[in-house]
């Protein structure tokens, strides 16, 4: 089993930055997969962006590339995503997610582990 906790969201003003940290306990392994994702009111939940082994992969949806940075700390066990010059459109709950494999998938039903979610709510 892996539990997965988010912290970091909170309500910034467009063009501002978020860090949004989450940590992982339980049976993880640095070599498989850890992803984003978000879910807008009345959308589905859709991917951020993923990243595989000691950073050396990773990927990001076209939406976010280039504002957006995913990494991660093996040794705290804790996957980040860096949030930079965010949108209204960016709003959302944002989810941390762990897949038990080695190839980085955008679907959430590749996903074994979900973390509870934290709002980011960016205003205009």
């Known amino acids: 089993q892996v539990q997965l906790v988010e912290s970091g969201g909170g309500l910034v003003q467009a063009g501002g930055s978020l860090r949004l940290s989450c940590a992982a306990s339980g049976r993880t392994y640095s070599g498989y997969v850890s992803g984003w994702f978000r879910q807008a009111p009345g959308k589905e939940r859709e991917f951020v962006a993923a990243?595989?082994?000691?950073?050396?992969?990773?990927y990001y949806a076209d939406s976010v590339k280039g504002r957006f940075t995913i990494s991660r700390d093996n040794a705290k066990n804790t996957l980040y995503l860096q949030m930079n010059s965010l949108k209204p459109e960016d709003t959302a709950v944002y989810y941390c997610?762990?897949?038990?494999?080695?190839?980085?998938?955008?679907?959430?039903?590749?996903?074994?582990?979900w973390g509870q979610g934290t709002q980011v709510t960016v205003s205009s």
């Open positions: 990243v595989r082994g000691n950073a050396d992969n990773t």
């Open positions: 997610a762990y897949r038990a494999g080695a190839i980085i998938m955008t679907k959430t039903t590749s996903y074994d582990y």
